[in-house]
T-cell receptor, first 113, second 113 residues
Framework: AQTVTQSQPEMSVQEAETVTLSCTYD???????LFWYKQPPSRQMILVIR??????QNATENRFSVNFQKAAKSFSLKISDSQLGDAAMYFC??????????FGTGTSLTVIP | DTAVSQTPKYLVTQMGNDKSIKCEQN?????MYWYKQDSKKFLKIMFS???????INETVPNRFSPKSPDKAHLNLHINSLELGDSAVYFC????????????FGSGTQLSVL
C-alpha cells in the first residue's frame, strides 16, 4: 500500500523567512512522481512543484524547492522569502504507476506579517 | 474555458435525499477522479475512471455511484444522504502521461442537514 505522511499539521513562518514542510511516503515502486499542492482559502488546488523519482536533482520553482531523499522516502518542501500569499494548506502527493494519486493529511501554513 | 468544471459549487440538502454532482473536463484527458475532502482537510480518493471504465473504487458506501457517459464527464450520484457525507467533493482529471499532475475542479461543498 502507498501512504503519504505529513507529520506537521500546522506550521508558521515570519514573512520573508524560510520554512520547510515535511513529507514521507511509503512505496515499493522505483518509478513514481511526487508533488506538492497548495490549497488557499479559495479551496482551489494549485500545483506548487513536482519531482520525478528517477531524477536525483531536486526540483525548484522560484521560491519553492524540494529536498528529495529517495532512500529515506522523504520529500520536503522549502519556501524561501515567505509571503502572505503563501498562507494555505499544503499537501504532499504521490503518483504511482496506473496514474493514481495519494495525498498526505496536509500542513496548514500561517505567515506572520 | 475552465479546464475542469464541476457543478454545483455549493449543495445544501436534507438527510435522506438523493443528489448529483456533475463534472466535465475539456482537456482531452483519459482519467478522471472523485476525491472527498473531509472537515479535517484530508483528501481521500473515492473513484477513478479511465476512458469511461472504473479503475479504482475505494471503500466507499454503495450509496455513492459514479457515472461516466463519456471520457469528458464523470458525475457522482449520492443516494440517501447522511450527515457524515458533508464534505467538499473534488473532481479531477489527468492525461495519464508520466509525471503529469492532477487538474482539479473548484470543488463542491456538500452540507447535509
Amino acid at each position: 500500500a502507498q501512504t503519504v505522511t505529513q507529520s506537521q499539521p500546522e506550521m508558521s513562518v515570519q514573512e520573508a523567512e524560510t520554512v520547510t514542510l515535511s513529507c514521507t511516503y511509503d512505496t515499493s515502486e522505483s518509478d513514481y512522481y511526487l508533488f506538492w499542492y497548495k490549497q488557499p482559502p479559495s479551496r482551489q488546488m494549485i500545483l506548487v512543484i513536482r519531482q520525478e523519482a528517477y531524477k536525483q536533482q531536486n526540483a525548484t520553482e522560484n521560491r519553492f524547492s524540494v529536498n528529495f531523499q529517495k532512500a529515506a522516502k522523504s520529500f520536503s518542501l522549502k519556501i524561501s522569502d515567505s509571503q502572505l500569499g503563501d498562507a494555505a494548506m499544503y499537501f504532499c502527493a504521490y503518483r504511482r504507476t496506473g496514474n493514481q494519486f495519494y495525498f498526505g493529511t496536509g500542513t496548514s501554513l500561517t505567515v506572520i506579517p | 474555458d475552465t479546464a475542469v468544471s464541476q457543478t454545483p459549487k455549493y449543495l445544501v440538502t436534507q438527510m435522506g435525499n438523493d443528489k448529483s454532482i456533475k463534472c466535465e473536463q475539456n482537456l482531452g484527458h483519459d482519467t478522471m477522479y472523485w476525491y472527498k475532502q473531509d472537515s479535517k482537510k484530508f483528501l481521500k480518493i473515492m473513484f477513478s475512471y479511465n476512458n469511461k471504465e472504473l479503475i479504482i473504487n475505494e471503500t466507499v458506501p454503495n450509496r455513492f455511484s459514479p457515472k461516466s457517459p463519456d471520457k469528458a464527464h464523470l458525475n457522482l450520484h449520492i443516494n440517501s444522504l447522511e450527515l457524515g457525507d458533508s464534505a467538499v467533493y473534488f473532481c479531477a482529471s489527468s492525461p495519464g502521461e508520466k509525471g503529469e499532475k492532477l487538474f482539479f475542479g473548484s470543488g463542491t461543498q456538500l452540507s447535509v442537514l
